[in-house]
Nanobody
């Protein structure tokens, strides 16, 4: 059974940092990604990383603030979030895909999703 389990969300003040983790089991994915969904808004791409290379992709809104990384041995992907802003408040989802190109920036490329973890940034 394939599972993606996120952890590390919470409440933080603006300017603070959080580190999200996503542990995958049951399958190794070519690419792992992070998406987020704020209340009343569509799910949006945040960052993705390929297992080989690796290649990384970021949304413009998080470039230079967020860093995605992975630990192949643990089949885990991380999202280090620095300089957080209130507009980063959302449920963050981890997802797994078999694409290895910039198509990884699109949610349709992903076949497995985690349950999500809440990130709240207070002003």
């Amino acid at each position: 059974q394939v599972q993606l389990v996120e952890s590390g969300g919470g409440l933080v003040q603006a300017g603070g940092s959080l580190r999200l983790s996503c542990a995958a089991s049951g399958r190794t994915f070519s690419t792992m990604g992070w998406f987020r969904q704020a209340p009343g808004r569509e799910r949006e791409f945040v960052a993705a990383i390929t297992w080989s290379g690796p290649n990384t992709y970021y949304a413009d809104s998080v470039k230079d603030r967020f860093t995605i990384s992975r630990d192949n041995a643990k089949n885990t992907v991380y999202l280090q979030m620095n300089s957080l802003k209130p507009e980063d408040t959302a449920v963050y989802y981890c997802a797994g895909s078999h694409v290895t190109t910039a198509q990884a920036m699109h949610s349709t490329a992903y076949t497995y999703w985690g349950q999500g973890t809440q990130v709240t940034v207070s002003s």
